[in-house]
């Protein structure tokens, strides 16, 4: 059956509008050579603290300003790095490292040093300088979790009721019979989301914890790496990589340009029992509705029929951008504008061509009291080294973490070349 398209001059409105908003104070993003190669608001300036160290993913900065960071790869044999400026001049000098799994997730909570794997979480005890007292001997929390090479990563965030919570992406694209397959139907109901696919939620202090002693927070979500909790709202937030190959799987419904910005990346603010409708839709941007996805009988211009009975989001950003980290901004050195807003990093997309590549960036989405209070923008430009992205082979660097500095600095890590680069604000 022959199907309308969405017209590509709303798509091409849309992000039109988008960037306007993106980029007012600079003409040309890419002109700026200066700032470790980024273009920031005016007042704002970037350098690199390190550059070469491992592929970090998230990251965080301790109040005495010691950076650990999470590798996807060993770096000397070691998972977990401890980073630290000695010289007076705000640059890495001093790398340690302990622990022999990779992973991304890391986080810092009441004396503890939480990490993830792919498959395990642990904490580490720390000291009174949140230092980690015994690298080699750290407390197995949770064990057990679904690994299987696809989605793997377990990001985390705690609360401050003494839960901690684990993204356990779905190792598939849209749950079809054959994965990825073109034409390939999607299995009702999808059996991924009883141990994958959603937001797990687990004691902090407990041991051993596996699926039988966790809670399944929120499912519908196909794979959350950047999450964070909201101190205003008290809820915990999520980015969520949207599902790929429209195009390549559903060619009588889609083409190249609706496939490159459908369906849309989704921040959501995520309750219990909450239900994002992954596989069963996906969400549209531009129509701004919660379509049927193709596998489970959808055509690209009909909604679903359960669409209520799936969660909104609270912002919807263009398709493919991979959202890899997210952090509230609760600082004092940026302008007030900031406080309380969401920064997002933007890994960058590899599922447009054969339209050009998007992301690679840092966007910021403006919050009052707890909720989105106008159109995001994009902070940091310029990772990628590149105007056009035409394959992701050649960004120079891609977005992955982020963490705020105790004197209110933003730090982005790059997990492909091991860069970590420090956004300070003078307001010169």
Not at 48 to 77: C, F, M, N, Q, W
Not at 218 to 235: F, H, I, P
Not at 354 to 377: A, C, D, T
Request: proline share 6%; aromatic share 12%.
């Amino acid at each position: 059956m022959q199907t309308k398209k969405i017209p590509m001059k709303k798509v091409f409105s849309f992000l039109s509008i988008s960037f306007l908003f993106a980029v007012p104070c600079l003409a040309n993003p890419y002109a700026d050579t200066i700032n470790a190669g980024l273009s920031l608001p005016k007042g704002f300036e970037a350098s690199k603290v390190s550059d070469g160290i491992g592929r970090i993913r998230h990251l965080l900065v301790t109040p005495e300003g010691v950076i650990y960071a999470r590798t996807s790869r060993l770096y000397k044999g070691n998972g977990i790095l401890k980073m630290t400026a000695q010289n007076g001049d705000g640059k890495i000098d001093k790398v340690e490292g302990f622990s022999n799994y990779t992973g991304t997730g890391i986080a810092l909570k009441d004396g503890y040093l939480y990490a993830s794997s792919d498959d395990e979480v642990f904490r580490y005890k720390l000291n009174a300088k949140n230092e980690v007292i015994d690298a080699e001997h750290p407390e197995k929390i949770i064990t057990g979790l679904w690994n299987k090479r696809q989605h793997e990563s377990k990001s985390i965030a705690l609360d401050n009721n003494g839960n901690i919570y684990v993204n356990i992406g779905a190792p598939s694209n849209s749950c079809q019979e054959v994965d990825r397959g073109n034409g390939s139907k999607g299995r009702m109901p999808c059996p991924i989301l009883d141990s994958a696919g959603g937001i797990w939620m687990f004691k902090a202090d407990k041991l051993n914890q596996s699926y039988a002693q966790g809670v399944r927070y929120a499912t519908g979500l196909r794979n959350v790496v950047g999450l964070d909790w909201n101190t205003q709202s008290n809820s915990l937030f999520v980015m969520q990589h949207g599902r790929d190959n429209l195009l390549q799987d559903w060619p009588q419904y889609f083409d190249a340009e609706q496939s490159a910005e459908l369906p849309s990346e989704c921040m959501y603010e995520l309750k219990k029992g909450d239900n994002a409708g992954w596989p069963y839709i996906y969400y549209n941007q531009i129509l701004h509705k919660k379509m049927l996805a193709p596998e489970y009988g959808g055509d690209g211009k009909t909604e679903s029929p359960r669409a209520k009975d799936f969660i909104e989001p609270v912002v919807a950003f263009p398709g493919h951008l991979a959202p890899n980290g997210l952090l509230f901004y609760t600082g004092n050195m940026f302008p007030e504008k900031y406080r309380n807003g969401a920064f997002i990093a933007f890994h960058g997309s590899w599922n447009r061509a054969p339209m050009p590549q998007e992301g690679y960036y840092v966007v910021f989405v403006p919050f009052k009291n707890g909720k989105p209070s106008g159109k995001w923008e994009v902070f940091a430009n310029g990772f990628s080294g590149v105007k056009v992205v035409n394959a992701t082979r050649q960004a120079e660097h891609r977005p992955c973490g982020l963490a705020q500095g105790p004197d209110g600095s933003l730090y982005v890590s790059d997990d492909n070349k091991g860069t970590i680069y420090r956004i300070t604000y003078s307001g010169k």
